[in-house]
């Protein structure tokens, strides 16, 4: 055979090849699936527990619940926010919201520190070292505050004054926010394990181990805890012994990336988590079995918020979605100034975002129109305790009152934004 027909032959085979890996890529990873009504319960509605009647609540672990369903309603609270009545400066990197209860707020400082600042003035109470630099939010328990750190150590505070009372060790960096569950925290670590430690003994209760590292923090409904795991599978796991009762693969075969750094959010009998293939999942809390999944343009890193019977939540491609909360379709998409890589929060009818460019979005959960922005933020994002707004920027945290509250017991009014340097 002359070399030019070789050369020719060669030629053609490989872009064959080329269109088959192609379409198999694109079978594996390019398609979305929608949804029923199976295992899906309309009445299980989010964030109805925490401020029926307005006033002021705890938002004292990740995500505000251990649904980890990112939604608070009947605060009353609408924006837009004025300017913030004082403005605390971390001097480093806030990678995760701040926890508040009762009249403080906890805030994580990446390059190892944990600070508690008063509520209202933004005064620093205490500001203590951590075992090592910090990825993950801090819970609250009683007098207590957790936080673990990225040399693997998972430590309590005394709230009190910021001394340390006890520590657990894992065999890897922890990134994963811990959960309270019936006295003691649970929590994912690099090492391939969840671990559940009792409040009281300060033993490890039990562990559970997946094929990857467990990064997002776990969401509880009932007695079963649910984690994203780096393999693609979000696990369902037994609150009370730790045994694994079924996990549900998202990553599809031929699919590229499908690791799942996000928190799932329980709601309406489902658990929903974004992956790093860029699509969302609505899985079945009781089955496992995949009920919906719908694309973005790139990584979904943020953890969704559920509220109204949709999904909310930030990609890498610079867009912010809602997908119904059923079935999966877009129920609009909004434009951002840059990608999204933290997670949602819906208060009342808005939902707020930050992006990587330093806005901060509050959008209309009906239609996505734009109700409020500012010019701080980037992955913490935006909490409320009813009466105050908290807004955590790349390295400093704002404090606003909130527009339809009443002059909160101590606050620090003034003509013009108080601001608190430390």
């Given at each position: 055979m002359p070399s030019g027909v070789r050369i020719a032959s060669f030629a053609i085979g490989m872009l064959v090849l080329v269109v088959l890996i192609g379409g198999l890529i694109w079978?594996?990873?390019?398609?979305?699936?929608?949804?029923?009504?199976?295992?899906?319960?309309?009445?299980?509605?989010?964030?109805?527990?925490?401020?029926?009647?307005?006033?002021?609540?705890?938002?004292?672990?990740w995500g505000r619940s251990a649904a980890r369903d990112r939604s608070v309603h009947g605060t009353g609270?609408?924006?837009?926010?004025?300017?913030?009545?004082?403005?605390?400066?971390?001097?480093?990197?806030i990678p995760f919201s701040p926890a508040v209860k009762g009249d403080h707020v906890f805030v994580p400082v990446a390059e190892g520190r944990l600070a508690m600042l008063d509520r209202s003035t933004g005064d620093e109470v205490w500001d203590t070292r951590t075992a090592g630099p910090v990825s993950s939010a801090p819970l609250v328990v009683d007098d207590i505050v957790f936080i673990?750190?990225?040399?693997?150590?998972?430590?309590?505070?005394?709230?009190?004054?910021?001394?340390?009372?006890?520590r657990v060790t894992t065999k890897g960096p922890i990134e994963s926010s811990p959960l309270h569950v019936d006295g003691r925290i649970v929590f994912g670590s690099h090492d391939r394990r969840l671990y559940s430690v009792d409040i009281r003994t300060h033993r490890i209760v039990w562990t559970a181990t997946g094929d990857a590292e467990f990064k997002g923090a776990p969401a509880r409904s009932g007695n079963v805890i649910y984690a994203g795991n780096y393999d693609g599978n979000l696990y369902a796991v037994r609150a009370s012994d730790g045994?694994?009762?079924?996990?549900?693969?998202?990553?599809?075969?031929?699919?590229?990336?499908?690791?799942?750094?996000?928190?799932?959010?329980?709601?309406?009998?489902?658990?929903?988590?974004?992956?790093?293939d860029g699509r969302v999942y609505a899985i079945g809390a009781k089955s496992g079995e995949i009920k919906w999944v719908s694309s973005t343009g790139d990584w979904v890193y943020g953890s969704p918020a559920v509220a109204e019977q949709r999904v909310y939540v930030g990609s890498y491609d610079g867009s912010f979605y809602a997908f119904d909360a059923r079935t999966g379709d877009e129920a609009w998409k909004f434009e951002a100034d840059d990608?999204?890589?933290?997670?949602?929060?819906?208060?009342?009818?808005?939902?707020?975002?930050?992006?990587?460019?330093?806005?901060?979005?509050?959008?209309?959960?009906?239609?996505?129109?734009?109700?409020?922005?500012?010019?701080?933020?980037?992955?913490?994002?935006?909490?409320?305790?009813?009466?105050?707004?908290?807004?955590?920027?790349?390295?400093?945290?704002?404090?606003?009152?909130?527009?339809?509250?009443?002059?909160?017991?101590?606050?620090?009014?003034?003509?013009?934004?108080?601001?608190?340097?430390?």
């Open positions: 079978y594996g990873a390019g398609r979305d699936r929608r949804g029923d009504s199976s295992e899906y319960v309309a009445s299980a509605v989010p964030g109805m527990s925490s401020a029926a009647n307005g006033g002021r609540f705890s938002w004292a672990t609270i609408e924006p837009p926010f004025e300017s913030p009545e004082w403005t605390w400066d971390s001097k480093d990197h673990g750190t990225r040399e693997g150590v998972m430590q309590a505070f005394s709230v009190e004054d910021g001394t340390e009372s006890w045994v694994v009762l079924r996990k549900t693969q998202t990553r599809r075969e031929f699919a590229f990336g499908g690791s799942l750094f996000s928190t799932p959010a329980l709601a309406y009998g489902r658990a929903y988590v974004g992956s790093t990608r999204v890589a933290g997670s949602a929060t819906v208060i009342d009818d808005v939902v707020y975002f930050s992006t990587l460019g330093g806005t901060t979005y509050g959008l209309d959960i009906k239609t996505g129109r734009v109700r409020w922005s500012t010019d701080s933020g980037r992955t913490a994002g935006l909490v409320t305790d009813g009466e105050w707004v908290y807004l955590a920027g790349d390295s400093e945290l704002r404090g606003y009152v909130a527009t339809s509250a009443q002059q909160p017991t101590g606050a620090r009014r003034s003509a013009g934004a108080s601001v608190n340097e430390s």
